[in-house]
């Protein structure tokens, strides 16, 4: 049996329980990937991706699926494939679509969930989302910035109200509070600040954008500190 030591650590009944889960996971790059990697071969048994990107070349230094072979691939595809080969009797569902303050509703209400991982880059889908969540009580755990440090002792597990030394959560927080929500959201967040001088501007699908500098481990630890905390919970709720 495939996972067999999951059930030694965790228990017959929990497997059974996280076979019954279902998972949402918004953004498969860097962080997503590696969270839906863990909570795959934890034994979840629906798992819904959704991402618009294609591998790129950029990609290769910090993203699971991004090799060279794959440049071009829609990354949900890749993932898709990798999951289900890791299980082959998991319920994926992948959208490859962009998140958008309009569609986040749909996305995150087609089905039951019972859990939603927030990997979005972009500030207003991923407040749309972080609201629809919140006020729709479905936990959900949200990725903060990951670019710009390489200390992994300082990653951790928080409230958002409790982060700090992390520009994107102070964005994160200020939107948040204009929606009547200034607690109650869990985040992975490092509180290394950020190298400011791992800065470039790189043009985008439709302007110009500040692009941090990364380094392979670090997105993939929010990954993982993710995907354990989705596990946690769903074995504890």
């Known amino acids: 049996m495939w996972n067999e030591r999951t059930q030694l650590l965790i228990h017959e009944d929990n497997v059974k329980l996280l076979q019954q889960c279902s998972v949402l996971i918004v953004g498969v790059g860097g962080v997503g990937a590696y969270a839906a990697e863990h909570i ?9 991706i959704v991402d618009a990107d294609s591998v790129s070349e950029s990609n290769i230094n910090r993203q699971l699926v991004a090799l060279h ?10 993932m898709g494939e990798r999951m289900l080969d890791i299980n082959p009797d998991l319920k994926v569902e992948t959208c490859n679509m962009f998140v ?9 209400g087609s089905q039951h969930f019972d859990y939603i991982v927030d990997a979005i880059d972009t500030v207003a889908p991923k407040i749309a989302l972080l609201v629809y969540a919140y006020n729709h009580n479905i936990p ?14 300082k990653i951790s597990v928080a409230d958002i109200s409790k982060t700090y030394n992390d520009k994107l959560a102070s964005v994160v927080r200020q939107r948040l509070k204009k929606e009547g929500i200034r607690s109650g959201i869990k985040v992975v967040f490092s509180s290394e600040v950020a190298d400011t001088e791992a800065v470039m501007q790189t043009p ?14 670090i997105p993939a630890l929010f990954g993982t500190m993710i995907a354990g905390t989705v596990i946690k919970d769903l074995i504890t709720k």
Do not use: F, H
Not at 100 to 107: F, Y
């Open 69 to 78: 072979s794959t440049i071009g691939i829609p990354k949900v595809e890749l």
């Open 140 to 153: 959900i755990i949200s990725s903060m910035g990951a670019g710009g440090r390489t200390d992994p002792t």
């Open 204 to 217: 985008g699908a439709r302007n110009q954008r500040s692009v941090r500098g990364t380094v392979s481990y």
């Open 100 to 108: 958008t303050p309009d569609n986040v509703a749909r996305i995150a």
């Open 40 to 48: 795959c071969r934890s034994g979840v048994g629906a798992i819904t």
